[in-house]
């Protein structure tokens, strides 16, 4: 460990398997100060499949999680940490409006003298930030609590800056172990797209692709809708996910004669790559998440609707579709406006293929992400410093 670097306590509720790599180097940048605190997702969930199960190179404190309603409300066991681990300095939290223990443990870090980071969505995808529902009013009020904020995308930075003008806000664009899949992507790019389907199983036609949870908000039941409405026999449809939709899709498939190749979860990105990388579009009609990052790394590009309400729809993610260069925003979910922006995209392959990978590269880099995090705790720490010593805080 490095004194200089600050000790981190990064408190969540689960950490899903392409998460740690991100910790991981993030620990490195640290001087191996980063501590992560987390704890299970709700049992039988469709997060189970997503968890990492190895504390291989971190330092790992278990949280009990209480879960009320399903996965509604979330009450996090955190007294332990700071007995546990006396030396830390900064505290970094998973911003989420369903966690009651998020400003019990912000009050209890800074007596603790740590700076404490909000880092997350901070608005739901169905309203927009800080709107007058008397949720997103409270989880504005939350964030005004912490020393600093850390978001996924500029719109929504701008955003709190101008709704919390007195506190510091940073980007980390969440992102994937993007050195690993651009190494896969080299590796199956040597051997092409055509081998690559071959050695799946898939006919060497048109393949769509869908990335993410089976649950009814991901809109995958209109994947297969929209394929069986696209002109042509032997369209591929590849979908990489688990959770509890799978039997309802499985029988709309049969119904609609569509040939669908259901892979299950998984959570390696060296098992999932070869899938994808064989793949045209990944069409998700649903809310996108980190699918368009593991798309863009490995050349597919987008389709998905735009939002059509006063919310974003989309997670943070979505914003990276940068409709006409990387992908489509269709103008609707409906299957009509979907099939024809997934036949644009087919129609002009290479153009939207190259400006994917070239958006992974440049704008979606883990060294990036990172660079975000730490910007973020040096200010967090800087914060406490100040305060600790009796100047106060400065903006």
């Given at each position: 460990?490095?004194?200089?670097?600050?000790?981190?306590?990064?408190?969540?509720?689960?950490?899903?398997a392409y998460?740690?790599p991100?910790?991981r180097?993030?620990?490195?940048?640290?001087?191996?100060?980063?501590?992560?605190?987390?704890?299970?997702?709700?049992?039988?969930?469709?997060?189970?499949?997503l968890?990492?199960?190895?504390?291989?190179?971190?330092?790992?404190?278990?949280?009990?999680?209480?879960w009320?309603?399903?996965?509604s409300?979330?009450?996090?066991?955190?007294?332990?940490?700071?007995?546990?681990?006396?030396?830390a300095?900064?505290?970094?939290m998973?911003?989420?409006?369903?966690?009651?223990?998020?400003?019990?443990?912000?009050?209890?870090?800074?007596?603790?003298g740590?700076?404490?980071i909000?880092?997350g969505?901070?608005?739901?995808?169905?309203?927009?930030?800080?709107?007058?529902?008397?949720?997103?009013k409270?989880?504005?009020?939350?964030?005004?609590?912490?020393?600093?904020?850390?978001s996924?995308?500029?719109?929504?930075?701008?955003?709190?800056?101008?709704?919390?003008?007195?506190?510091?806000?940073?980007?980390?664009?969440?992102?994937?172990d993007?050195?690993?899949?651009?190494?896969?992507y080299?590796?199956?790019n040597a051997?092409?797209?055509s081998?690559?389907?071959?050695?799946l199983?898939?006919a060497?036609s048109p393949?769509?692709?869908?990335?993410?949870?089976?649950?009814?908000?991901?809109?995958?039941?209109?994947?297969i809708e929209?394929?069986s409405?696209?002109?042509?026999d032997?369209?591929?449809?590849?979908?990489?996910?688990?959770g509890?939709?799978?039997?309802?899709?499985?029988e709309?498939?049969?119904?609609?004669?569509?040939?669908?190749?259901?892979?299950?979860?998984?959570?390696?990105?060296?098992?999932?790559?070869?899938?994808i990388?064989a793949?045209?579009?990944?069409?998700?009609?649903?809310?996108?998440?980190?699918?368009?990052?593991?798309?863009f790394?490995?050349?597919v590009?987008?389709v998905?609707?735009?939002?059509?309400?006063?919310?974003?729809?989309?997670?943070?993610?979505?914003a990276?579709?940068?409709?006409?260069?990387?992908?489509?925003?269709a103008?609707?979910?409906?299957?009509?406006?979907?099939?024809?922006?997934?036949?644009?995209?087919?129609?002009?392959?290479?153009?939207?293929?190259v400006a994917?990978?070239?958006t992974?590269?440049?704008?979606?880099?883990?060294?990036?992400?990172i660079?975000?995090?730490i910007?973020?705790?040096?200010?967090?720490?800087?914060?406490?410093?100040?305060?600790s010593?009796?100047?106060?805080?400065?903006?």
């Amino acid at each position: 460990m490095n004194d200089a670097d600050p000790h981190v306590l990064y408190v969540t509720r689960f950490v899903p398997a392409y998460r740690l790599p991100i910790l991981r180097r993030l620990n490195e940048r640290l001087g191996g100060n980063l501590t992560i605190c987390s704890g299970d997702p709700p049992k039988g969930s469709s997060f189970d499949g997503l968890v990492s199960t190895t504390d291989e190179g971190v330092d790992r404190i278990h949280l009990s999680n209480l879960w009320f309603k399903g996965e509604s409300l979330h009450w996090q066991s955190f007294r332990k940490l700071f007995r546990l681990r006396p030396t830390a300095n900064v505290v970094l939290m998973e911003e989420s409006p369903r966690s009651l223990s998020q400003r019990p443990l912000i009050r209890m870090a800074k007596r603790q003298g740590c700076g404490t980071i909000l880092w997350g969505h901070f608005s739901s995808n169905s309203r927009s930030l800080g709107s007058s529902d008397w949720r997103d009013k409270r989880r504005l009020e939350t964030a005004g609590k912490a020393d600093v904020l850390l978001s996924y995308t500029d719109d929504i930075a701008s955003q709190l800056r101008r709704k919390l003008p007195d506190l510091p806000v940073f980007v980390a664009r969440n992102t994937l172990d993007t050195e690993v899949l651009d190494e896969l992507y080299r590796e199956l790019n040597a051997r092409g797209k055509s081998s690559v389907r071959e050695e799946l199983g898939l006919a060497p036609s048109p393949t769509i692709l869908f990335l993410g949870r089976l649950i009814a908000e991901k809109g995958v039941m209109r994947v297969i809708e929209t394929v069986s409405a696209l002109p042509g026999d032997a369209i591929n449809v590849v979908v990489i996910g688990d959770g509890p939709e799978r039997n309802v899709l499985t029988e709309k498939a049969r119904e609609l004669g569509v040939s669908v190749h259901f892979t299950g979860a998984l959570g390696d990105v060296r098992t999932s790559a070869p899938w994808i990388f064989a793949s045209d579009v990944l069409l998700n009609p649903g809310y996108l998440g980190l699918s368009v990052n593991h798309a863009f790394s490995l050349g597919v590009p987008v389709v998905a609707p735009m939002a059509s309400g006063p919310g974003r729809m989309h997670s943070p993610e979505g914003a990276y579709v940068v409709s006409g260069e990387n992908g489509l925003l269709a103008q609707s979910d409906s299957v009509e406006d979907l099939g024809k922006a997934v036949q644009s995209v087919l129609a002009d392959q290479d153009k939207f293929s190259v400006a994917a990978l070239r958006t992974a590269r440049e704008t979606l880099s883990m060294d990036t992400m990172i660079d975000g995090l730490i910007n973020a705790i040096n200010v967090a720490n800087q914060i406490r410093l100040r305060e600790s010593s009796g100047t106060g805080r400065t903006t």
